[in-house]
């Protein structure tokens, strides 16, 4: 305690300060534009803090600072802002806000948002941002290609080594995060041994970038074989994350040829270094977890073969057993057959051979009784036939002699009919005559003369007479 | 005479007898004399075919009697 | 004379008077005689039939009489 | 004679015989022979048959004795 | 003889004369012959398959005895 | 015989002896050899799996049981 | 000293003995030796994932003095 010395009360000088603040700045409004970094957002109340800063366009450095807040009109602005652009009121952008300023006795300088500027849509952490990503892809096309939004490095098309095992830590030596990995990979509980080589170097304030790049050389230039690389940072605040934004640490991570893993510590940004690394996680924990699963995921594999092999082994088993038996079997029901088959065979043939010979025999016995039996009749028939043909002809002899007796007699009662009609005896019945000169029958009638003595024949009588005349006769009277 | 003549010849003798007196070209003195041959061989002939019927029939007659039945 | 005659030789000698009567080929002269030769081959073959007939009969007789059964 | 012949040749000849007698291309004269001769073939071949049945009847049965049931 | 005959031959022998006896193309004159050699045949192969038969189910039984279950 | 003999060589002489006596292209006479064979093969072929068996499982045994949870 | 068997190797021939015996294309006269090649390198691999660099040298020499080449 000094009494006498002059002196006021903290809350009298607070209230000084406030009243000036309060003359100077009560009731005004300004348009300023600065960089939002350190959000928080108090959701069930829609508070915003954060702070605001302005950096050096050339060195990236803060040159003005101040804690700001939002809430009631000023939060519904800020919602409405990233509405209308689309983009999160979050660090690293830069934006134009308006502002009131305010001075609480307690809680000290503070500004007020009242509205935003929606147009001011990028910050200008993240337009430095983009630059330097642009820089990278355009002044390292051999390690560093962009397609869409992805970045394609040298180190990320690396593969993961099957198994993680020796591991280059990239850390501070005061860094909590790299106690977090260590103790995260110590602590796994599959028994996974590592065996990490700690490589301590400054890991926040964004002008030591070059004593990080020289770690991760210092890391090549050991010549071991590490599986992958670590870097980690943990905890801090979020500028302190700057530094993993810059052009030389993102080249010197994109070209490294052994796989880098990042858990540099932040929730809410993804650095240039985690964007050119293999693989990005968010913690140091994070990257410890994610190489014990990849290993893990290795073991997993075998156990996968071994219950595989396991499981075929027993199967293969079963199924050559199974397919001796179903040899076996088919051999002694084949072979079964094959006497089966050899039997019944014998058997047909012995009743063929039986049968058959005594059908054989049978049917020639039926041949012979029937020839014998044709024999026994045919040779009566023809005896038979014979008789008969005997009988007829003599039947025939007696038959036609009697005819041919008729026929001769018929022929000479025709010359008897001849004769008969012929006999002069028969002529003279019908009153013709015969003249008889000296005794002589004439049938010419020149040599009888008148006065000559003829004699006519009659049937029964004979005249003798003198001739008296003679003329010729016509005979007309007779013709036909 | 008859007892040479063969019924053939005395046949051809009196169908010989039948031409001519058919053909008118025999004169009454001869036909007299034609006539009285005819009258001979047909006698024959009929005494011949008489006598063969006779003889054929008992031929006959025997075949029959010994006929085997 | 029989005794030298086949059967078939008797039959075909019958069988030719036969058709020489039918056709009145044989003259009334030996009518007879034919008629006489048809009659004794009638005879002979009726003989030789009924003979060989009874033969037959004979051999049949045997044959089933010794025909298994 | 039938020591020398087989069953197939007296079957021959028997057929052979019966198909003339058949045809009545048998003449009379040598009918009775032919009876006769297929009569003693018949005979052979019904001893023949006889005894091959036999011999067979007996192979069979100890055929049918010895099968396997 | 069977001792140098396989069941091979034996059985196609067998076979073969059961065909022709089968179509009947057997002559009574080898009848019984044939039938002699088929029922020899038969015995011969019926053996022959009998013993192979023991002894496949000889082994067979062996198999199924020491068959690991 | 088996001490030079692979399961595989094995298993494919009784997998053709199979097919042949499948196919009944196995004679008689050879039946009982090739079962026996077969048998021999079997009995090979079941002692060499029965035994890679014991084998595996003891390999597979000591695995899970030296499998580190 | 892990340029002999490294991880990828033994993973690599791991997933080779796997992928046969899947296939069933190991033959029974080998499945053993390839299940106790398998067993060998699930083993060292998860020796080694869980031991320190001393150990896995020790494990190392064991093995390359047994493996089967």
Known sequence: MMPDLNYIKLSDLN???????????????????????????????NYHYF???????????????????AWGIGSEKIYNFETVTGQKFTNNINVLLLV????????????????IDANFTLGVLEQQRQATLSRLVAENPGF????????????????H????????????????GGEDFRHTLDSNPHGYKFQIDDYFTVVQGENNAELLVAKIIEVFNSQIPYDAVVIIRGGGAQTDFLLFDDYNVGRAVARFPIPIITGIGHQKNETITDLMAHSPTKTPTKAAEFIIAHNKQFEENLL?????????????????????????SLIVNNSRNIIAHNKDGLVEINQITINTSKSIIFNRRSELTAMASQLASKPKIIVYNRLAD???????????????????RSYLGHYVSLINLMSPKNILKKGFAIIKVNNEIISNPDGIKVGNEIDIILAETQITSTVKDKTTYNGNDFNV | METILTYEAAYNELAQIAREIENESVSVDVLAEKVKRASELIVFCQTKLKSTETEVNKIIAQMEGSKPK
């Open chain 1, 51 to 69: 702070d605001f800063v302005e950096k050096d366009p050339y060195s990236n450095g803060i040159i003005a600072k101040i804690s700001a807040s």
């Open chain 1, 161 to 176: 080594k099957i198994v993680i095992q020796r591991i280059a830590l990239i850390t501070s030596q005061t860094s909590a």
């Open chain 1, 390 to 408: 005997i009988k007829n002809i003599a039947e025939n002899i007696k038959t036609f002699n009697a005819q041919y007796l008729k026929n001769q």
């Open chain 1, 15 to 45: 209230r000084q300060i406030e009243e000036i603040i309060t003359q100077n700045f009560g009731g005004r409004m300004f348009w300023v534009v600065g960089d939002v970094t350190n959000h928080t957002h108090k959701h069930e109340k």
């Open chain 1, 144 to 159: 560093i290609q962009k397609a869409g939004d992805q970045y394609y490095t040298k180190n990320n098309r690396l593969n």
């Open chain 1, 304 to 328: 996968l073969f071994q219950k595989n092999i396991v499981i075929k082994s027993q199967q293969f088993f079963s199924y050559y057993f199974q397919k001796l038996a179903s040899l076996n």
């Open chain 1, 100 to 115: 009131s300023v305010q001075f609480h006795s307690i809680y000290g300088f503070k500004l007020n948002v009242i509205d």
